[in-house]
């Protein structure tokens, strides 16, 4: 009954820009807090950053002055506006949402299926 969907995703060169979009539909009463995380064949899922329904922001010190997270809530959206990205940040990147809803009013952790990011010359 709820569901996050990633778009954005894709190849591009080093030193290039991405935007990544994530709309969270469904049986939503309140969303209240929205990120993006990432992983690697491998390794654990990371935070990249995340965005409160106040508008309060963390990011990963990796990606810090490079990404920003931004949030629409009429639209239920996020975006990660990705620049100058490295090889590094190549990965699967996926959108979650701690929110209640789908017949629910507990918060819940829900996630999107993912989208690939391949930064590669």
């Known amino acids: 009954q709820v569901q996050l969907v990633e778009s954005g995703g894709g190849l591009v060169q080093p030193g290039g820009s991405l935007r990544l979009s994530c709309l969270a539909s469904g049986s939503i009463y309140r969303i209240y807090s929205m990120g993006w995380y990432r992983q690697v064949p491998g390794k654990q899922r990371e935070l990249v950053a995340g965005i409160r329904s106040g508008g309060s922001t963390n990011y990963a010190d990796s990606v810090k002055g490079r990404f920003t997270i931004s949030r629409d809530n009429a639209k239920n959206t996020v975006y990660l506006q990705m620049n100058s990205l490295q090889p590094e940040d190549t990965a699967v990147y996926y959108c979650?949402?701690?929110?209640?809803?789908?017949?629910?009013?507990?918060?819940?952790?829900?996630w999107g299926q993912g989208t690939q990011v391949t930064v590669s010359s």
């Open positions: 979650n949402a701690d929110l209640s809803g789908g017949g629910s009013w507990s918060r819940t952790g829900y």
